[in-house]
Protein backbone atom coordinates (compact mmCIF):
# COMPACT_ATOMS: atom_id res chain seq x y z
CA UNK A 1 0.00 0.00 0.00
CA UNK A 2 1.42 3.27 -1.07
CA UNK A 3 3.09 5.36 2.19
CA UNK A 4 2.44 9.36 3.06
CA UNK A 5 6.01 9.60 1.65
CA UNK A 6 5.50 7.83 -1.53
CA UNK A 7 2.37 10.65 -2.52
CA UNK A 8 2.32 14.38 -3.21
CA UNK A 9 2.09 16.26 0.22
CA UNK A 10 -1.22 18.44 0.57
CA UNK A 11 -0.65 21.90 -1.40
CA UNK A 12 2.10 20.62 -2.94
CA UNK A 13 0.31 19.51 -6.36
CA UNK A 14 0.44 22.37 -9.42
CA UNK A 15 -3.42 22.16 -11.41
CA UNK A 16 -2.50 25.05 -14.02
CA UNK A 17 -6.45 25.46 -14.87
CA UNK A 18 -10.08 24.89 -14.21
CA UNK A 19 -10.00 22.45 -17.17
CA UNK A 20 -7.75 20.14 -15.07
CA UNK A 21 -10.64 20.28 -12.56
CA UNK A 22 -12.92 18.25 -14.78
CA UNK A 23 -11.76 14.12 -15.01
CA UNK A 24 -13.37 11.92 -17.51
CA UNK A 25 -13.20 8.28 -17.18
CA UNK A 26 -14.52 5.65 -19.59
CA UNK A 27 -16.31 3.54 -17.82
CA UNK A 28 -18.97 0.57 -18.26
CA UNK A 29 -22.33 1.97 -20.43
CA UNK A 30 -20.45 5.20 -21.48
CA UNK A 31 -18.14 8.33 -20.25
CA UNK A 32 -18.83 9.72 -16.59
CA UNK A 33 -17.25 13.08 -16.10
CA UNK A 34 -15.98 13.80 -12.67
CA UNK A 35 -16.50 17.83 -11.59
CA UNK A 36 -14.38 18.84 -8.44
CA UNK A 37 -16.01 21.38 -7.10
CA UNK A 38 -14.14 24.69 -4.95
CA UNK A 39 -12.03 25.20 -8.47
CA UNK A 40 -9.33 27.30 -7.55
CA UNK A 41 -8.14 26.07 -4.39
CA UNK A 42 -5.57 24.36 -3.10
CA UNK A 43 -7.41 21.21 -1.89
CA UNK A 44 -9.20 20.70 -5.10
CA UNK A 45 -6.33 20.42 -6.73
CA UNK A 46 -5.10 18.05 -3.97
CA UNK A 47 -8.44 16.24 -4.83
CA UNK A 48 -7.84 16.26 -8.79
CA UNK A 49 -4.55 15.05 -8.58
CA UNK A 50 -5.41 12.04 -6.38
CA UNK A 51 -8.73 10.76 -8.28
CA UNK A 52 -6.11 11.35 -11.42
CA UNK A 53 -3.76 8.99 -10.24
CA UNK A 54 -6.39 6.41 -8.57
CA UNK A 55 -8.26 6.15 -12.16
CA UNK A 56 -5.39 7.32 -14.48
CA UNK A 57 -6.38 3.56 -16.25
CA UNK A 58 -9.35 4.65 -17.42
CA UNK A 59 -9.21 8.46 -17.93
CA UNK A 60 -9.83 9.98 -21.48
CA UNK A 61 -7.30 12.04 -22.33
CA UNK A 62 -8.62 14.28 -24.14
CA UNK A 63 -12.19 13.97 -22.83
CA UNK A 64 -14.75 13.19 -25.84
CA UNK A 65 -17.06 15.95 -27.02
CA UNK A 66 -20.98 16.39 -26.40
CA UNK A 67 -22.85 15.69 -23.62
CA UNK A 68 -21.53 13.42 -20.77
CA UNK A 69 -22.88 12.58 -17.56
CA UNK A 70 -21.27 15.13 -14.74
CA UNK A 71 -20.93 13.77 -11.27
CA UNK A 72 -19.80 16.65 -8.90
CA UNK A 73 -16.90 16.20 -6.17
CA UNK A 74 -16.62 18.28 -3.26
CA UNK A 75 -13.30 19.20 -2.31
CA UNK A 76 -12.50 18.80 1.50
CA UNK A 77 -12.85 21.62 3.58
CA UNK A 78 -9.72 24.02 4.44
CA UNK A 79 -8.81 23.76 8.51
CA UNK A 80 -6.96 26.52 10.59
CA UNK A 81 -3.55 26.43 9.95
CA UNK A 82 -1.98 24.50 12.27
CA UNK A 83 -5.19 22.34 13.38
CA UNK A 84 -4.31 18.90 11.15
CA UNK A 85 -1.24 17.61 10.30
CA UNK A 86 0.08 15.80 7.41
CA UNK A 87 -0.88 12.29 8.22
CA UNK A 88 -4.44 13.77 9.57
CA UNK A 89 -4.92 15.46 6.05
CA UNK A 90 -4.26 12.36 3.77
CA UNK A 91 -6.38 10.75 5.75
CA UNK A 92 -9.02 12.95 5.38
CA UNK A 93 -8.62 13.24 1.43
CA UNK A 94 -8.61 9.63 1.05
CA UNK A 95 -11.48 9.51 2.74
CA UNK A 96 -13.09 11.71 0.35
CA UNK A 97 -11.59 9.54 -2.57
CA UNK A 98 -12.88 6.69 -1.30
CA UNK A 99 -16.47 8.48 -0.89
CA UNK A 100 -16.27 9.15 -4.55
CA UNK A 101 -15.04 5.80 -5.88
CA UNK A 102 -18.58 4.62 -4.03
CA UNK A 103 -20.64 7.29 -6.03
CA UNK A 104 -18.99 6.42 -9.18
CA UNK A 105 -19.90 3.05 -8.77
CA UNK A 106 -23.54 4.33 -8.46
CA UNK A 107 -23.67 6.25 -11.21
CA UNK A 108 -22.73 3.24 -13.03
CA UNK A 109 -25.21 0.86 -11.99
CA UNK A 110 -28.12 2.52 -13.15
CA UNK A 111 -27.01 2.09 -17.07
CA UNK A 112 -26.63 -1.70 -16.83
CA UNK A 113 -29.92 -2.88 -14.66
CA UNK A 114 -31.84 -5.37 -16.55
CA UNK A 115 -29.17 -5.78 -18.79
CA UNK A 116 -26.46 -7.58 -17.28
CA UNK A 117 -26.47 -9.36 -14.18
CA UNK A 118 -24.27 -7.22 -11.40
CA UNK A 119 -23.34 -9.15 -8.19
CA UNK A 120 -20.82 -7.73 -5.61
CA UNK A 121 -18.15 -9.36 -6.19
CA UNK A 122 -14.79 -9.30 -7.62
CA UNK A 123 -12.94 -10.75 -10.80
CA UNK A 124 -9.63 -11.53 -12.20
CA UNK A 125 -8.36 -13.26 -15.15
CA UNK A 126 -5.43 -15.66 -13.94
CA UNK A 127 -3.34 -17.44 -16.49
CA UNK A 128 -3.17 -20.68 -14.84
CA UNK A 129 -6.77 -20.50 -13.31
CA UNK A 130 -8.48 -18.81 -16.06
CA UNK A 131 -11.29 -16.43 -14.74
CA UNK A 132 -12.81 -16.28 -10.99
CA UNK A 133 -15.19 -14.37 -9.93
CA UNK A 134 -15.14 -13.84 -6.01
CA UNK A 135 -18.29 -13.41 -4.23
CA UNK A 136 -19.00 -12.47 -0.52
CA UNK A 137 -20.47 -9.96 1.66
CA UNK A 138 -19.53 -6.42 2.38
CA UNK A 139 -16.33 -7.17 5.21
CA UNK A 140 -15.86 -10.78 3.84
CA UNK A 141 -12.20 -10.11 2.59
CA UNK A 142 -13.05 -9.89 -1.26
CA UNK A 143 -10.61 -7.38 -1.63
CA UNK A 144 -8.25 -8.76 -0.12
CA UNK A 145 -8.84 -12.08 -1.63
CA UNK A 146 -9.19 -10.18 -5.09
CA UNK A 147 -5.56 -8.93 -4.73
CA UNK A 148 -3.98 -11.72 -3.66
CA UNK A 149 -4.99 -14.18 -6.57
CA UNK A 150 -4.73 -11.09 -9.11
CA UNK A 151 -1.17 -10.15 -7.96
CA UNK A 152 0.85 -9.80 -11.14
CA UNK A 153 -2.48 -11.15 -13.25
CA UNK A 154 -5.37 -9.65 -14.93
CA UNK A 155 -8.05 -7.94 -12.66
CA UNK A 156 -11.11 -6.77 -13.69
CA UNK A 157 -12.64 -5.26 -10.07
CA UNK A 158 -13.05 -5.48 -6.83
CA UNK A 159 -16.87 -5.19 -6.00
CA UNK A 160 -18.87 -5.01 -8.87
CA UNK A 161 -18.94 -7.99 -11.39
CA UNK A 162 -20.87 -7.20 -14.90
CA UNK A 163 -21.62 -10.36 -16.78
CA UNK A 164 -23.44 -10.93 -19.60
CA UNK A 165 -26.84 -13.06 -18.79
CA UNK A 166 -26.76 -14.63 -22.09
CA UNK A 167 -22.83 -15.40 -22.80
CA UNK A 168 -21.56 -14.68 -19.63
CA UNK A 169 -18.92 -12.19 -20.45
CA UNK A 170 -17.66 -10.29 -18.18
CA UNK A 171 -17.58 -6.41 -18.58
CA UNK A 172 -14.38 -5.38 -16.61
CA UNK A 173 -15.03 -2.46 -13.91
CA UNK A 174 -11.28 -2.08 -12.80
CA UNK A 175 -12.02 0.64 -9.93
CA UNK A 176 -9.22 1.02 -7.44
CA UNK A 177 -9.07 -1.55 -4.41
CA UNK A 178 -10.88 -0.40 -1.37
CA UNK A 179 -8.71 -1.58 1.19
CA UNK A 180 -8.29 -0.99 5.38
CA UNK A 181 -6.09 1.84 5.67
CA UNK A 182 -3.53 1.77 8.78
CA UNK A 183 -5.59 4.17 10.78
CA UNK A 184 -8.72 2.03 10.53
CA UNK A 185 -10.34 3.92 7.72
CA UNK A 186 -11.31 2.63 4.19
CA UNK A 187 -9.04 4.00 1.23
CA UNK A 188 -8.40 3.67 -2.62
CA UNK A 189 -5.39 1.88 -3.67
CA UNK A 190 -4.37 2.08 -7.07
CA UNK A 191 -3.48 -1.15 -9.25
CA UNK A 192 -0.28 -0.42 -9.78
CA UNK A 193 0.63 -0.57 -5.95
CA UNK A 194 -0.94 -3.98 -6.19
CA UNK A 195 1.06 -5.54 -8.83
CA UNK A 196 -2.98 -5.46 -10.89
CA UNK A 197 -3.44 -4.89 -14.46
CA UNK A 198 -6.36 -3.93 -15.58
CA UNK A 199 -8.90 -5.13 -18.48
CA UNK A 200 -12.06 -3.84 -19.78
CA UNK A 201 -13.07 -7.71 -20.64
CA UNK A 202 -13.00 -11.11 -20.13
CA UNK A 203 -14.46 -14.08 -21.36
CA UNK A 204 -17.22 -16.45 -18.80
CA UNK A 205 -16.26 -17.30 -15.68
CA UNK A 206 -14.14 -20.70 -15.57
CA UNK A 207 -15.16 -20.51 -11.32
CA UNK A 208 -17.37 -19.12 -9.16
CA UNK A 209 -16.02 -18.70 -5.82
CA UNK A 210 -17.96 -18.00 -2.42
CA UNK A 211 -16.11 -16.77 0.44
CA UNK A 212 -16.41 -18.65 3.94
CA UNK A 213 -13.81 -16.91 5.50
CA UNK A 214 -13.32 -17.77 9.67
CA UNK A 215 -9.96 -15.97 11.50
CA UNK A 216 -10.49 -18.18 13.84
CA UNK A 217 -10.06 -21.19 11.98
CA UNK A 218 -7.43 -23.36 12.88
CA UNK A 219 -8.22 -26.79 10.70
CA UNK A 220 -6.70 -26.49 6.72
CA UNK A 221 -8.16 -24.56 4.80
CA UNK A 222 -10.97 -26.80 2.08
CA UNK A 223 -12.24 -25.62 -1.20
CA UNK A 224 -15.82 -27.99 -1.53
CA UNK A 225 -18.60 -27.82 -4.40
CA UNK A 226 -21.81 -26.08 -2.85
CA UNK A 227 -25.24 -27.00 -3.89
CA UNK A 228 -26.99 -25.28 -6.60
CA UNK A 229 -29.93 -24.01 -4.01
CA UNK A 230 -27.62 -22.58 -1.89
CA UNK A 231 -25.24 -21.21 -3.67
CA UNK A 232 -27.73 -18.82 -5.99
CA UNK A 233 -29.55 -17.76 -2.54
CA UNK A 234 -25.93 -16.71 -1.69
CA UNK A 235 -25.49 -14.97 -5.08
CA UNK A 236 -29.02 -12.90 -5.39
CA UNK A 237 -27.88 -11.95 -2.08
CA UNK A 238 -25.38 -9.82 -3.90
CA UNK A 239 -27.34 -8.50 -6.14
CA UNK A 240 -29.57 -5.86 -6.08
CA UNK A 241 -31.66 -6.12 -8.91
CA UNK A 242 -30.98 -9.53 -10.13
CA UNK A 243 -35.47 -9.92 -10.31
CA UNK A 244 -34.60 -7.30 -13.37
CA UNK A 245 -32.90 -9.71 -15.68
CA UNK A 246 -35.03 -12.08 -17.87
CA UNK A 247 -35.23 -15.19 -16.49
CA UNK A 248 -32.99 -14.59 -13.86
CA UNK A 249 -33.18 -17.80 -11.75
CA UNK A 250 -32.46 -19.50 -15.22
CA UNK A 251 -29.48 -17.54 -15.79
CA UNK A 252 -27.69 -18.13 -12.45
CA UNK A 253 -28.33 -21.86 -13.12
CA UNK A 254 -26.67 -22.07 -16.55
CA UNK A 255 -24.16 -20.13 -15.02
CA UNK A 256 -23.50 -22.00 -12.71
CA UNK A 257 -23.54 -25.45 -14.38
CA UNK A 258 -21.13 -23.88 -17.23
CA UNK A 259 -18.76 -24.01 -14.19
CA UNK A 260 -19.47 -27.45 -12.86
CA UNK A 261 -20.99 -25.37 -9.64
CA UNK A 262 -19.97 -22.90 -7.43
CA UNK A 263 -16.96 -23.46 -5.33
CA UNK A 264 -16.77 -22.18 -1.69
CA UNK A 265 -13.14 -21.35 0.50
CA UNK A 266 -13.65 -22.14 4.04
CA UNK A 267 -10.37 -20.59 5.32
CA UNK A 268 -8.33 -18.07 7.17
CA UNK A 269 -6.18 -16.56 5.58
CA UNK A 270 -6.02 -14.79 2.23
CA UNK A 271 -2.86 -16.05 1.38
CA UNK A 272 -4.82 -19.83 1.61
CA UNK A 273 -6.54 -19.01 -1.86
CA UNK A 274 -3.84 -19.29 -4.76
CA UNK A 275 -3.05 -22.62 -2.99
CA UNK A 276 -6.40 -23.67 -2.85
CA UNK A 277 -7.22 -23.14 -6.20
CA UNK A 278 -4.45 -25.48 -7.51
CA UNK A 279 -6.65 -28.33 -6.90
CA UNK A 280 -9.84 -28.04 -7.34
CA UNK A 281 -12.78 -30.50 -6.96
CA UNK A 282 -14.24 -32.39 -9.12
CA UNK A 283 -17.56 -30.41 -11.22
CA UNK A 284 -21.11 -30.99 -9.75
CA UNK A 285 -23.76 -30.78 -12.08
CA UNK A 286 -27.43 -30.95 -10.64
CA UNK A 287 -30.58 -31.46 -12.14
CA UNK A 288 -32.96 -28.65 -11.93
CA UNK A 289 -36.21 -26.78 -13.82
CA UNK A 290 -37.33 -23.51 -13.92
CA UNK A 291 -40.86 -21.84 -12.85
CA UNK A 292 -41.73 -18.94 -14.84
CA UNK A 293 -43.55 -16.54 -12.34
CA UNK A 294 -46.34 -13.49 -13.56
CA UNK A 295 -43.78 -10.22 -11.46
CA UNK A 296 -45.91 -8.65 -8.45
CA UNK A 297 -48.75 -6.89 -10.47
CA UNK A 298 -50.87 -9.90 -12.41
CA UNK A 299 -52.12 -12.87 -10.86
CA UNK A 300 -52.26 -15.22 -13.69
CA UNK A 301 -51.07 -18.73 -13.36
CA UNK A 302 -47.40 -19.17 -13.90
CA UNK A 303 -46.15 -21.18 -16.63
CA UNK A 304 -43.79 -24.11 -16.18
CA UNK A 305 -40.85 -24.50 -18.27
CA UNK A 306 -39.63 -27.70 -17.43
CA UNK A 307 -35.46 -28.52 -17.07
CA UNK A 308 -33.72 -31.84 -16.65
CA UNK A 309 -36.32 -34.36 -14.72
CA UNK A 310 -35.98 -34.35 -10.43
CA UNK A 311 -36.35 -36.40 -7.85
CA UNK A 312 -39.20 -35.90 -4.93
CA UNK A 313 -38.41 -34.20 -2.40
CA UNK A 314 -39.24 -36.59 1.22
CA UNK A 315 -41.75 -35.26 3.61
CA UNK A 316 -40.23 -33.63 7.10
CA UNK A 317 -41.35 -34.27 10.12
CA UNK A 318 -41.66 -31.18 12.93
CA UNK A 319 -43.46 -29.83 16.15
CA UNK A 320 -47.10 -27.88 14.58
CA UNK A 321 -46.74 -23.93 14.97
CA UNK A 322 -50.13 -22.31 17.28
CA UNK A 323 -53.00 -20.94 14.70
CA UNK A 324 -52.12 -17.53 14.38
CA UNK A 325 -53.65 -14.72 12.52
CA UNK A 326 -51.17 -12.05 11.42
CA UNK A 327 -47.20 -12.39 11.30
CA UNK A 328 -45.13 -9.86 10.89
CA UNK A 329 -47.71 -8.19 9.05
CA UNK A 330 -48.52 -10.96 6.81
CA UNK A 331 -51.97 -13.25 6.89
CA UNK A 332 -51.61 -16.64 8.33
CA UNK A 333 -53.90 -18.95 6.79
CA UNK A 334 -55.87 -22.10 8.73
CA UNK A 335 -56.64 -24.84 7.04
CA UNK A 336 -60.37 -24.01 5.94
CA UNK A 337 -58.90 -20.65 4.31
CA UNK A 338 -58.21 -20.69 0.54
CA UNK A 339 -54.69 -19.82 -0.48
CA UNK A 340 -52.80 -19.09 -3.26
CA UNK A 341 -49.12 -18.91 -4.23
CA UNK A 342 -47.83 -14.74 -3.99
CA UNK A 343 -47.03 -12.91 -7.27
CA UNK A 344 -43.13 -14.22 -7.70
CA UNK A 345 -40.76 -13.66 -10.74
CA UNK A 346 -39.47 -17.29 -11.52
CA UNK A 347 -38.45 -20.48 -9.48
CA UNK A 348 -36.01 -23.06 -9.33
CA UNK A 349 -36.49 -26.50 -8.64
CA UNK A 350 -33.57 -28.15 -7.08
CA UNK A 351 -32.56 -31.35 -5.84
CA UNK A 352 -31.33 -29.56 -2.03
CA UNK A 353 -34.69 -26.64 -2.42
CA UNK A 354 -36.68 -24.78 -4.54
CA UNK A 355 -35.41 -20.96 -5.05
CA UNK A 356 -37.67 -18.10 -5.75
CA UNK A 357 -36.95 -14.89 -6.57
CA UNK A 358 -39.28 -11.92 -5.77
CA UNK A 359 -38.84 -8.43 -5.42
CA UNK A 360 -35.48 -7.36 -3.78
CA UNK A 361 -35.12 -10.85 -2.02
CA UNK A 362 -35.50 -14.71 -2.41
CA UNK A 363 -36.48 -17.54 -0.62
CA UNK A 364 -34.75 -21.16 -0.10
CA UNK A 365 -37.47 -23.80 0.33
CA UNK A 366 -36.82 -27.55 1.41
CA UNK A 367 -38.67 -30.19 2.73
CA UNK A 368 -42.41 -30.24 3.16
CA UNK A 369 -42.30 -26.27 2.85
CA UNK A 370 -41.19 -26.77 -0.88
CA UNK A 371 -43.83 -29.55 -2.04
CA UNK A 372 -47.00 -27.18 -0.26
CA UNK A 373 -45.64 -24.39 -2.23
CA UNK A 374 -45.20 -26.43 -5.88
CA UNK A 375 -48.90 -27.80 -5.41
CA UNK A 376 -50.23 -24.75 -4.93
CA UNK A 377 -48.20 -23.62 -7.90
CA UNK A 378 -49.21 -26.49 -10.17
CA UNK A 379 -52.92 -26.67 -8.53
CA UNK A 380 -54.09 -23.37 -8.32
CA UNK A 381 -56.08 -22.47 -5.31
CA UNK A 382 -56.71 -24.87 -2.90
CA UNK A 383 -58.00 -25.26 1.56
CA UNK A 384 -55.77 -26.19 3.73
CA UNK A 385 -57.57 -29.48 4.01
CA UNK A 386 -57.15 -29.70 0.28
CA UNK A 387 -53.54 -29.00 0.34
CA UNK A 388 -53.27 -31.87 3.32
CA UNK A 389 -55.15 -34.38 1.15
CA UNK A 390 -53.13 -33.75 -1.67
CA UNK A 391 -49.57 -34.42 -0.06
CA UNK A 392 -51.44 -37.45 1.42
CA UNK A 393 -51.66 -38.77 -1.67
CA UNK A 394 -48.99 -38.09 -3.13
CA UNK A 395 -46.13 -39.46 -0.61
CA UNK A 396 -48.18 -41.26 1.87
CA UNK A 397 -49.94 -40.98 4.83
CA UNK A 398 -49.16 -39.61 8.23
CA UNK A 399 -50.53 -39.36 11.62
CA UNK A 400 -49.47 -35.85 11.89
CA UNK A 401 -50.40 -34.95 8.24
CA UNK A 402 -52.98 -32.02 8.92
CA UNK A 403 -50.75 -30.24 11.57
CA UNK A 404 -47.25 -30.50 9.54
CA UNK A 405 -49.42 -29.03 6.51
CA UNK A 406 -50.71 -26.13 8.78
CA UNK A 407 -47.39 -25.66 10.22
CA UNK A 408 -45.74 -24.84 6.30
CA UNK A 409 -48.92 -23.00 5.95
CA UNK A 410 -48.15 -20.65 8.61
CA UNK A 411 -44.74 -20.78 7.93
CA UNK A 412 -44.56 -19.90 3.79
CA UNK A 413 -47.51 -17.06 4.77
CA UNK A 414 -45.22 -15.55 7.50
CA UNK A 415 -42.65 -15.22 4.80
CA UNK A 416 -45.37 -13.56 2.44
CA UNK A 417 -44.35 -16.47 -0.58
CA UNK A 418 -48.13 -18.05 0.00
CA UNK A 419 -51.48 -15.35 0.84
CA UNK A 420 -55.50 -15.91 1.27
CA UNK A 421 -57.91 -15.51 -2.16
Not at 110 to 139: F, N
Not at 207 to 226: F, M, S, Y
Not at 272 to 281: A, G, K, S, V, Y
Request: glycine letters at 8%; one cysteine or more.
Amino acid sequence: MTTSDDMPALGQVEVASTAMRELVLDLPGGPLALQISEPGTELASDLTAELRRLWSHVLLDPAPGGDIETLEIAAPSALPVGTENAEAARARLERVTYDASGRITRAVLPRLVGSRVLLHAGTVQRKDGGVTTVIGPSGAGKSTAISMLGRGEVYLSDELSIIDPDTFAITGYPKPVSRVATAGHKCDVALSELGLTPARTAGPPDQILLLNRDPARTAPAELTRCPMATAIVRIIEQSSSMWLVPRPLETLARLLDSVGGALEAHYCEASDLPELLRDIPAARHQDWAVIDGTGPETSESPASIEGPELQQCAMTTGSAAAPCEVDGGHEIPALTDTVTVAPFYQALLTQDGTVILLEMRAAHLTGLNALVWELLVESGPMTGHDVASALIAAIGPHPQAQEFTLQALHQLGADALIRSC
